[in-house]
């Protein structure tokens, strides 16, 4: 009974595929070495590293790789600290900074909830850490406000260019002392959103002109030499919203100002220009991250739009930009609004309110917990693929994403591979949540076939695996 029922529904599921397709991939293409997945911390660690009964919970589920996604990318936000006569900032968004005034002492210890989650992300394995700035200190502004300038205008009052340099620069120092090295200092962010960053606004945030970019790149830069923490932290820049706003300002920063940057970081809420701005890094030698993005997410357990769009959004940066790394915007986030961008909700304001795992935590997984830190990225045909290699470890990773809303046949051609074992884990809407998955596929003719439902995330693991020395021949199929 139970095997009829089977056949039966394979049979149904067949006759409605409406479109299959092969995969074939090539580690004789090697795109980018990969480095890691990543979050910027900010909002949720201000509030969560302060509430013991969650912070540690919140901590495995994001860093761990074990108990979570194994994010091992980590952005810290230097808080610029806020007018405390102002009451404007968003609850978790007023992250302190160290010198609350122009003739005060450094206050170390400031910004304690931040700093248990970098140190506690750092016991759990993340190990590239980046610091950036959304403001100066109210006080070195033009409108002495933290959240920008009135009618967003460019807001650093010149007369504190070199006194923001040296605040950058002094936290990054304090933390080498604690042992925590910043590989990356990012003195902004998206500094040319002229119509983001507002006095009284709702979080930090500070417009620049290209010309005071390069400033100040060139001021900290000179202040990390001075201060002996050249050969460990480096410049990145410049954080735009948009690939296309990235590219053009990039255009705009001096060769000078780029001797001290070592890597471009671009945010990918729009644009274009993913190939072009590869192309500028590449050009200039600099390392590439997709340093920030955060979409929508989904409170429907069963709803794996968020997922698809998620995975989507990674595969075209991926793919296309062929970033070192690639970051979420917070993964944890209150619960505020009706939506929210967190993979993880939790209410801010209510210390014993349980976290809110989300779908999209495990859609994210689906490319966390396996395409590890030194995996080399490798080409793959098809775009709602990503596939990556560990050569030491052998091991072959295969993301296949179903985006569409019917069941398709998927053949993947591993012919350049001498395949060993192999699992698959996947999430869809079907009550999968990385649920591995019943071992049941044979290899015939190099090729795995198998059914991907309808909107559903899939991960093949092959272990003991290794390119074929008659590499060619295969890809002619192909060509
Ligand atoms: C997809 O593959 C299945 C199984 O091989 C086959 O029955 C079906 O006709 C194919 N569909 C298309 C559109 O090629
Ligand atoms: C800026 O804010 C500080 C602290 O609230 C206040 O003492 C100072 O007078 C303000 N400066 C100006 C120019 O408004
Ligand atoms: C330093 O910051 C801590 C934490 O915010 C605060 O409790 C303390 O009062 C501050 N110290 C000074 C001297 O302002
Ligand atoms: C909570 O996390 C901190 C920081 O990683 C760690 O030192 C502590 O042992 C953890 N506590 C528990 C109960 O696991
Ligand atoms: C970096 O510079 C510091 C101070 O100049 C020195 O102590 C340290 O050994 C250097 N580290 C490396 C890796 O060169
Ligand atoms: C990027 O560079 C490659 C190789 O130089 C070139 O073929 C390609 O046209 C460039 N693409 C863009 C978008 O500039
Ligand atoms: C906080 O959350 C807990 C657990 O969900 C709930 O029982 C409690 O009523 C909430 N408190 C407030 C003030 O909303
Ligand atoms: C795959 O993506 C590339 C680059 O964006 C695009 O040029 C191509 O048309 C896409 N192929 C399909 C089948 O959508
Ligand atoms: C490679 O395998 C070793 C041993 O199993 C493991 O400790 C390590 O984390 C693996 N590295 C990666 C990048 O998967
Ligand atoms: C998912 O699992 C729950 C609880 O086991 C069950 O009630 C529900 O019907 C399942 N949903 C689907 C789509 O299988
Ligand atoms: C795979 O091969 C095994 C052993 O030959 C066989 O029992 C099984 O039915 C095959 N599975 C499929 C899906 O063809
Ligand atoms: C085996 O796969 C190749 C493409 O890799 C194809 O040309 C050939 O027809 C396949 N052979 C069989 C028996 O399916």
Known sequence: MAGFKILLTVSIILSIVNANRTVFINPNDPWQAFEGWGTSLCWWANVLGGVPDVRNYSADLVFDLNKGLGLNVIRYNIGGGENPLHHHMRLGNDVPGFLPCEACDYNWTSDANQRWILFAARERGANIFEAFSNSPPYWMTISNCSS?????????NPNYFDAFAKYLTDVVKW??????????????NEPSGDHFWQEYGRQEGCSYSCAEMNIIIKKVGVYLKDKGLSNKTSISAVDENIFDQEVS?????????????????????GGNQRPELLN????????LWMSEVGLMVS???????????????????????????????????DMEYAY???LIGVNFSNSTSPLNIRLAFYGFAQYTKFIRPGYQIIYSNDNDTLSAYHASNQTLVIVCTNKNNISEVWSLDVSMFN?????????????????????????????????????????????????????????????
């Open 148 to 156: 920008g300038g009135y009618q967003s205008a460019n807001n650093l």
């Open 340 to 342: 929210d961008w967190g």
């Open 249 to 269: 300002t990039i255009e705009c920063i001096d060769n000078n100002a780029k001797s001290y940057v070592s890597q471009y970081n671009t945010h990918a809420y």
């Open 299 to 333: 409170r429907e357990p069963s709803d794996m739009s968020t997922s698809i769009i998620l995975s989507e959004k990674i595969l075209n940066d991926m793919r296309n930009l062929k970033p070192a790394a690639w970051i979420y915007w917070q993964a944890i986030e």
């Open 175 to 188: 933390y080498s002392i604690q042992g925590l090295t910043f590989r990356t200092l990012e003195p902004f």
């Open 280 to 287: 500028i890094s590449k050009q200039d030698g600099k390392k």
């Open 419 to 479: 395949v060993g074992s192999f699992t698959a884990f996947r999430t869809s809407s079907n009550n999968e949540t990385l649920t591995k998955l019943p071992n049941t596929w044979n290899i015939t003719n190099s090729t795995l076939t198998y059914l991907s439902p309808a909107n559903s995330i899939t991960t093949w693991v092959f272990s003991s695996t290794i390119p074929k020395n008659n590499s060619a021949d295969g890809m002619k199929a192909y060509l």
